[in-house]
Nanobody, 111 residues
């Protein structure tokens, strides 16, 4: 059974940084494409960043200069480092490995 557990969200001022963590159990993070998505109320969940099993990374255009996805095989954890946060980054952030989702972690950026 695959479990994804996010943490690291919180309230931060615009221009600040956060690092989200996703602790994975049931699979090895290097064996699958791992992704971060985000969702705001009444909008569709959107991909923020992903990393394939081979290490190829992909970022959404509107965040690619400000976020970095990484993984630690020893800790079986995927990270999302977010810098220069903007109020429009406010959302619930989810860890995803098809077809499984974590419970999400709230990120709130104040202006």
């Amino acid at each position: 059974q695959v479990q994804l557990e996010e943490s690291g969200g919180g309230l931060v001022q615009a221009g600040g940084s956060l690092r989200l963590s996703c602790v994975v159990s049931g699979i090895q993070v290097r064996s699958r494409t791992m992704s971060w998505y985000r969702q705001v109320p009444e909008q569709q969940r959107e991909m923020v960043a992903s990393v394939t099993w081979s290490g190829n990374m992909e970022y959404a255009d509107h965040v690619k200069d400000r976020v970095t996805i990484s993984r630690d095989s020893d800790k079986n954890t995927v990270y999302l480092q977010m810098n220069n946060l903007k109020p429009e980054d406010t959302a619930v952030y989810y860890c995803h490995r098809f077809p499984d989702w974590g419970q999400g972690t709230q990120v709130t950026v104040s202006s």
